[in-house]
Nanobody
Framework: QVHLVESGGDSVEAGGSLTVSCEGS??????????VGWFRQTPGKEREGVAA???????TYAEPVKGRFTISKDNFKKIVYLQMNNLEPGDKATYYC???????????????????WGQGTQVTVSS
């Protein structure tokens, strides 16, 4: 069982930067064998993929965040980071991390693949 906890959500001004973190539970499992993704959701809208990192270290990003967001993974600490630069008002959302143990190790943001989900952390961007 993998338990995920997000942290780092905050209120920032447009153009600012923020890093949110996703920490996995310290049960006995190999974090390196899990793909992790970040998703976000605003009220009234469907949850959408933001970024994901595969077991092989590959990454994938949603078009709106390419060049601004960076996902990284520390398998030893069991933490995944999402570095967000040049934040825009449209980035305001609740950010969720999710994980699953894949057969294919390349990164994907297909939500149906992700089995374990955190409770979310709120990011607010003011213009």
């Amino acid at each position: 069982q993998v338990h995920l906890v997000e942290s780092g959500g905050d209120s920032v001004e447009a153009g600012g930067s923020l890093t949110v973190s996703c920490e996995g539970s310290r049960n006995r499992y190999r974090y390196s064998e899990y793909s992790v993704g970040w998703f976000r959701q605003t009220p009234g809208k469907e949850r959408e993929g933001v970024a994901a990192i595969g077991c092989d270290g590959s990454t994938t990003y949603a078009e709106p965040v390419k060049g601004r967001f960076t996902i990284s993974k520390d398998n030893f600490k069991k933490i995944v980071y999402l570095q967000m630069n040049n934040l825009e008002p449209g980035d305001k959302a609740t950010y969720y991390c999710a994980a699953y143990r894949p057969i294919v190790w390349r990164a994907t943001m297909s939500q149906a693949e992700f089995r374990y989900w955190g409770q979310g952390t709120q990011v607010t961007v003011s213009s």
